[in-house]
């Protein structure tokens, strides 16, 4: 009987001569001392073909659900996220109607107001110009002394160089004026003549200058003028006051 020790059921073979002493698991070993083999391939342990892959098994009615719910849950989801974009993009559309509106309403509101208080204005200046009409009137007729005011102003605006002064006053007006204003025309040398053309209550002064026109009527556009109205002193030619018998 060999004393040597075997491996695997193979007797370990001394190493040539010559070569380097290396351990039992470091030589070459011949194909004769392998008896037989086989190349390894998957599946072939068990003496048998690999088995093939087990089917998945079917889903259950409970997984069948929690898909379905899942399913139903991502729908939810986008149907929500769809539906706020919606509503941002509704609200800014709406946002900017609304906006466009009101401008256009106020700016409305704005040009009727601008009309109102331009007819206001109109309706006030028209009735501040009735009521100075009136007054103007009953001051001729209850103090026909003021046309010798009006005739001493008259004078008092030609200029200092000016000769030959006629002051132009109506025939009932003359005594008013010669005895109110004498001494404004005796001041400018100022001669005084009764005119008929002259209404009362007015005055003409003529100068070798120019003239100032201070009848009622003239006076009385001009002022109606600032006012922003054209309304005359009389509506229809009456009679003046002291021309009735």
């Known amino acids: 009987m060999s004393n040597q020790p075997k491996f695997g059921g193979f007797p370990n073979v001394p190493p040539p001569q010559g070569s380097k002493a290396g351990t039992a698991y470091q030589r070459f070993i011949p194909r004769e001392e392998l008896g037989d083999f086989a190349s390894w391939r998957p599946g072939t342990f068990g003496g048998g073909p690999a088995a093939a892959p087990a ?46 509106q009101i401008g256009a309403l106020l700016q409305s509101f704005d040009e009727q107001l601008t009309a109102l208080d331009g007819e206001i204005s109109r309706t006030l200046a028209a009735t501040a110009v009735q009521l100075a009409r009136q007054v103007l009137r009953t001051e001729l007729q209850q103090r026909p002394e003021v046309v010798a005011q009006v005739a001493a102003e008259a004078v008092g605006a030609v200029m200092l160089s000016a000769r030959h002064i006629a002051v132009h006053v109506h025939p009932h007006d003359l005594p008013l004026v010669a005895e109110g204003a004498a001494e404004a025309l005796q001041a400018r040398g100022a001669r005084l003549h009764a005119d008929a053309g002259v209404p009362r209550g007015g005055v003409m002064v003529e100068s070798d200058v120019g003239a100032v026109d201070a009848r009622i009527a003239q006076r009385w556009a001009q002022a109606a003028a600032a006012l922003g109205s054209t309304l005359p002193l009389d509506d229809e030619k009456t009679a003046e006051p002291g021309d009735r018998a």
């Open 55 to 100: 089917a998945p098994p079917e889903p259950t009615t409970a997984d069948w659900e929690a898909r379905i719910a899942a399913a139903r849950q991502a729908g939810y989801q986008d149907g929500y996220r769809d539906g706020m974009a919606a509503l941002e993009n509704f609200k800014q559309s709406f946002a900017q109607q609304a906006t466009a």
